[in-house]
């Protein structure tokens, strides 16, 4: 297929210098909504239309799933747009729908299926899955090619045991959280635990090297890799086998890389090797061959993951053949920018002119100035919420031009996401959020529901089942089935089994203490239901459960982001019983879960409805939205805590910021709140100070009150249940032979009968109706049972 003459005509020149470059390497800097990563796909485009080249010889690296399914259904497009034009000489766009479909069907056949573009995780372990069984590490360890991918949590309780079973260390000294962050550190730059260990100056990183080697001796032993191993084995790979780099090399002969500020050593290695024949030595033959990459130093966010943008800056260097000049061979800048009004544009230029680590570049509006930027000022968090959920259902309700689509809400963290989704939930609006769960699917949130609603009603069984175990408390699956099984060969259900301590001992085998302490925390809590607040209720269920100290022994960011989500549960707990205390009705747990379960139980979305976004800024990269809004701005929240002392963290949250402010096209509103329920109450909140970084001239400030609240504190929370275990009988060395209906005596329990028998042979046990005591399951060994005749 040729391209038509109108292909290149949506470039500007340098998009179109940058697009039609052929071979060598080829940078591309310049700020946000500039055209970069339209070169970029427009650049697939060209090489496969106009220098036949074929798909299956180009690695595209997107920096996330969604941005390579994007970047994919954008080509698709353009190759229907090609044929459209070719074969019906009419535009795709006007074509019967059944047409569209065709075109876009036969696209994704010849050129979509075969390239490969993707994420650089989901693109090396493709790798991996062919060539792993050809690696070979410093000590001789292999993996083969059906290994699992150790998540982060997998991956952290790996460490700690290494750290506190293997190596017997002071967890405090070798904090498995620290430790597993060095290791994560050493691999993205590239480092194997020889090498690690050879560059460590003292103890400490001695023994960190010596837990590396641990480590990747377990991954070995399990056939496992962690994410960071993703990158970093296939790197090494390349290095060692020449044949297998050999043949990865003729495959791809065109690599393209979109945000590559944020590239860190390893990943940087490994394109460096794709992209040069002769390992090391820079001896460089680009003969139908080309190295692109695309990026914006201002937007580089990732450094808590290494990536580092001094990457970027140097690629000219790096790859360039030496003969430059004037550098501009190997560059092109873009200088214009299509996607923000003016006013949006020049309030994220003077953001980032704060930053003082930076290359100063010009980035020129195109479009007209737009109106005002909104700065709103909230009492607390739940007046912004309101505001944003009140101006978008105004915005899309006033303005033909927006769906539910148009609009994003872009936050610092993401347990800030919950009173949004309350109300968006309220009013039906229909809403996604990107890169992560719903706040009500999250796990941590469907299994503190879970305590919530088993102690609310303790019949069902199914909340019970979830979290019985969970967190771990010794409880086994074969126990669990027993328990379960027993309850529905009685006809009863699961609760008043373990609600009697005899039954559970003897059911239960060693776990019988573990079950009885979980009962035990399900009963105290129903006790109080009637009579304690709800926060209060909330809190000590949480507590009690030993949820968040699981969750701090664990120790990862992961566990740290759930933590974070369990406390926006409890604020929405005090959020609710506050509401409902100013209108005096009465404040229940039960109610308090009907709230949440209409919040959950809402109609998922169809794939293609259009929904407000929801999103971290982090997961924001890449993305535009006709209208943003840009929420908690506060000291503390955003910039965060923990960059505030670090001039370099800060300068980081700053990009942040500005990414965040570049993804809007028509319109931007941020907000702040002057109070935030911060770990169950309520904490002043300072104005960010990016705020006052922003050309007033360009703001326009708005104020909301709200009056009338009640200060709610956790105070302590209720001490964890002290229960005792129930300690066994005697054994009794008789085997009878019981059936249904044999009267009995128990030496405690006094007359009954036996209404069922759980499974024959030596671990016989029957349930029994006491006189008085309704229905007990009990071990006849153990128990003393002896039959009245
Ligand atoms: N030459 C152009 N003419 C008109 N619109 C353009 C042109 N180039 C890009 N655009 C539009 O501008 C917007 C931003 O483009 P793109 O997403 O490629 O920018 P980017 O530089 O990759 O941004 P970011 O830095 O945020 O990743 C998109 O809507 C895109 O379609
Ligand atoms: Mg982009």
Same mark, same amino acid.
């Given at each position: 297929?040729?391209?038509?003459?109108?292909?290149?005509?949506?470039?500007?020149?340098?998009?179109?210098?940058?697009?039609?470059?052929?071979?060598?390497?080829?940078?591309?800097?310049?700020?946000?909504?500039?055209?970069?990563?339209?070169?970029?796909?427009?650049?697939?485009?060209? %090489?496969?239309?106009?220098?036949?080249?074929?798909?299956?010889?180009?690695l595209?690296v997107?920096?996330t799933n969604?941005? /390579?399914?994007?970047?994919?259904?954008?080509?698709?497009?353009?190759?229907?747009?090609?044929?459209?034009?070719?074969?019906?000489?009419?535009?795709?766009?006007?074509?019967?729908? @059944?047409?569209?479909?065709?075109?876009?069907?036969?696209?994704?056949?010849?050129?979509?299926?075969?390239?490969w573009?993707g994420t650089f995780h989901s693109l090396f372990s493709r790798i991996l899955r062919l060539d792993i069984d050809k690696y070979v590490d410093e000590n001789g360890r292999k993996w083969e090619k059906n290994f699992s991918i150790f998540d982060d949590s997998d991956a952290q309780s790996l460490v700690k045991e290494i750290v506190?079973?293997q190596?017997? %260390?002071?967890?405090?000294?070798?904090?498995p959280k620290?430790v597993r962050y060095a290791i994560g550190n050493a691999k993205n730059q590239g480092f194997s635990p020889k090498e690690f260990?050879?560059?460590?100056?003292?103890?400490?990183?001695?023994?960190i090297a010596e837990v590396y080697s641990a480590y990747q001796d377990k991954l070995a032993g399990n056939n496992a890799l962690d994410f960071d191993d993703l990158i970093l084995i296939p790197t090494r790979l390349f290095q060692q086998n020449?044949?297998v780099l050999?043949y990865w090399?003729?495959?791809?002969?065109?690599?393209?890389?979109?945000?590559?500020?944020?590239t860190n050593r390893t990943q940087y290695e490994i394109i460096?090797l794709l992209?040069?024949?002769?390992?090391?030595?820079?001896?460089?033959?680009?003969?139908?061959?080309?190295?692109?990459?695309?990026?914006?130093?201002? *937007?580089?966010?990732y450094?808590?993951r290494q990536a580092?943008?001094?990457?970027?800056?140097? @690629?000219?260097?790096?790859?360039?053949?030496?003969?430059?000049?004037?550098?501009?061979?190997?560059? !092109?800048? %873009?200088?214009?920018?299509?996607?923000?009004?003016?006013?949006?544009?020049?309030?994220?230029?003077?953001?980032?002119?704060?930053?003082?680590?930076?290359?100063?570049?010009?980035?020129?509006?195109?479009?007209?100035?737009?109106?005002?930027?909104?700065?709103?000022?909230?009492?607390?968090?739940?007046?912004?919420?309101?505001?944003?959920?009140?101006?978008?259902?105004?915005?899309?309700?006033?303005?033909?031009?927006?769906?539910?689509?148009?609009?994003?809400?872009?936050?610092?963290?993401?347990?800030?996401?919950?009173?949004?989704?309350?109300?968006?939930?309220?009013? *039906?609006?229909?809403?996604?959020?990107?890169?992560?769960?719903?706040?009500?699917?999250?796990?941590?949130?469907?299994?503190?529901?879970? =305590?919530?609603?088993?102690?609310?009603?303790?019949?069902?069984?199914?909340?019970?089942?979830?979290?019985?175990?969970?967190?771990?408390?010794?409880?086994?699956?074969?126990?669990?089935?027993?328990?379960?099984?027993?309850?529905?060969?009685?006809?009863?259900?699961?609760?008043?089994?373990?609600?009697?301590?005899?039954?559970?001992?003897?059911?239960?085998?060693?776990?019988?203490?573990?079950?009885?302490?979980?009962?035990?925390?399900?009963?105290?809590?129903?006790?109080?239901?009637?009579?304690?607040?709800?926060?209060?209720?909330?809190?000590?269920?949480?507590?009690?459960?030993?949820?968040?100290?699981?969750?701090?022994?664990q120790?990862t960011d992961e566990?740290?982001?759930?933590?974070?989500?369990?406390?926006?549960?409890?604020?929405? !707990?005090?959020?609710?019983?506050?509401?409902?205390?100013?209108?005096?009705?009465?404040?229940?747990?039960?109610? @308090?879960?009907?709230?949440?379960?209409?919040?959950?139980?809402?109609?998922?979305?169809?794939?293609?409805?259009?929904?407000?976004?929801?999103?971290?800024?982090?997961?924001?990269?890449?993305?535009? @939205?006709? !209208?943003?809004?840009?929420?908690?701005?506060?000291?503390?929240?955003?910039?965060? =805590?923990?960059?505030?002392?670090?001039?370099?963290?800060?300068?980081?949250?700053?990009?942040?910021? =500005?990414?965040?402010?570049?993804?809007?096209?028509?319109?931007?509103?941020?907000?702040?709140?002057?109070?935030?329920?911060?770990?169950?109450?309520?904490?002043?909140?300072?104005?960010?100070?990016?705020?006052?970084?922003?050309?007033?001239?360009?703001?326009?400030?708005?104020?909301?009150?709200?009056?009338?609240?009640?200060?709610?504190?956790?105070?302590?929370?209720?001490?964890?249940?002290?229960?005792?275990?129930?300690?066994?009988?005697?054994?009794?060395?008789?085997?009878?032979?019981?059936?249904?209906?044999? /009267?009995?005596?128990?030496?405690?329990?006094?007359?009954?009968?036996?209404?069922?028998?759980?499974?024959?042979?030596?671990?016989?046990?029957? /349930?029994?109706?006491?006189?008085?005591?309704?229905?007990?399951?009990?071990?006849?060994?153990?128990?003393?049972?002896?039959?009245?005749?």
């Open positions: 297929m040729k391209p038509t003459s109108n292909f290149l005509s949506h470039l500007n020149p340098s998009q179109r210098r940058a697009v039609e470059h052929f071979c060598g390497p080829l940078l591309v800097v310049a700020g946000a909504g500039s055209g970069k990563t339209r070169a970029l796909t427009y650049r697939i485009a060209n %090489l496969i239309l106009q220098h036949k080249v074929d798909p299956e010889n180009i595209a997107t920096f969604k941005a /390579a399914r994007e970047m994919k259904e954008r080509i698709q497009k353009l190759f229907a747009e090609q044929m459209a034009m070719q074969e019906y000489g009419e535009k795709y766009d006007l074509l019967p729908e @059944f047409d569209q479909g065709k075109l876009r069907s036969r696209v994704y056949r010849t050129v979509i299926k075969d390239m573009c506190t079973k190596m017997n %260390l002071d967890d405090k000294k070798f904090d620290s260990a050879i560059e460590q100056p003292n103890y400490r990183g001695k023994i020449e044949k050999d090399h003729r495959k791809f002969h065109h690599i393209l890389v979109d945000e590559y500020q944020d460096r992209s040069t024949n002769d390992e090391g030595k820079k001896s460089w033959n680009w003969d139908n061959r080309s190295t692109f990459v695309v990026g914006d130093a201002d *937007q580089s966010i450094s808590f580092d943008f001094t990457i970027l800056l140097g @690629f000219q260097d790096e790859f360039g053949d030496g003969l430059e000049d004037d550098n501009t061979r190997t560059m !092109v800048k %873009l200088e214009e920018n299509y996607r923000s009004c003016e006013n949006i544009l020049e309030v994220a230029n003077q953001l980032i002119e704060n930053n003082t680590q930076r290359i100063d570049k010009i980035l020129k509006p195109t479009r007209a100035a737009g109106e005002e930027i909104c700065l709103f000022k909230a009492d607390d968090e739940v007046v912004e919420a309101d505001f944003v959920i009140n101006q978008i259902r105004k915005l899309e309700e006033e303005n033909p031009d927006l769906d539910w689509g148009s609009f994003s809400i872009l936050y610092r963290t993401n347990a800030q996401s919950r009173p949004f989704e309350d109300l968006l939930v309220k009013y *039906q609006v229909p809403y996604n959020v990107v890169g992560g769960f719903r706040f009500y699917d999250r796990k941590e949130i469907k299994d503190i529901l879970a =305590y919530l609603k088993a102690i609310q009603n303790p019949s069902d069984a199914v909340n019970i089942q979830r979290i019985i175990n969970t967190p771990r408390r010794g409880i086994g699956k074969s126990t669990i089935d027993t328990l379960v099984r027993a309850s529905q060969e009685l006809g009863t259900n699961l609760w008043e089994i373990l609600n009697d301590e005899t039954s559970v001992n003897t059911l239960a085998g060693r776990a019988a203490k573990s079950v009885n302490n979980f009962a035990g925390i399900i009963k105290k809590w129903q006790a109080e239901i009637e009579t304690m607040p709800v926060t209060e209720l909330v809190a000590g269920i949480i507590e009690d459960s030993g949820y968040v100290q699981d969750l701090h022994t120790g566990a740290e982001d759930r933590i974070q989500n369990i406390q926006a549960l409890y604020n929405a !707990v005090s959020e609710f019983q506050e509401e409902n205390q100013e209108n005096e009705e009465s404040v229940t747990l039960q109610k @308090f879960l009907e709230k949440t379960s209409l919040s959950s139980d809402l109609d998922k979305l169809k794939e293609g409805d259009a929904a407000v976004s929801l999103m971290t800024l982090h997961a924001s990269k890449g993305l535009e @939205f006709p !209208v943003v809004f840009l929420v908690g701005l506060e000291q503390g929240l955003f910039p965060n =805590y923990r960059s505030m002392q670090d001039p370099a963290a800060l300068e980081e949250e700053r990009r942040l910021c =500005y990414v965040g402010i570049t993804r809007a096209q028509e319109r931007l509103f941020i907000s702040h709140a002057r109070e935030r329920r911060l770990y169950g109450s309520r904490e002043p909140a300072m104005r960010s100070q990016f705020l006052d970084e922003l050309p007033e001239d360009l703001v326009a400030n708005h104020h909301q009150t709200r009056q009338g609240y009640v200060k709610i504190s956790t105070g302590s929370l209720p001490k964890r249940s002290d229960r005792n275990a129930f300690t066994s009988n005697t054994q009794s060395d008789v085997i009878q032979n019981w059936q249904v209906g044999d /009267a009995v005596i128990h030496k405690t329990f006094g007359e009954g009968e036996i209404t069922h028998v759980f499974d024959a042979g030596s671990k016989t046990s029957v /349930a029994i109706k006491f006189t008085n005591l309704g229905t007990k399951i009990i071990d006849p060994r153990v128990a003393q049972l002896q039959k009245i005749n």
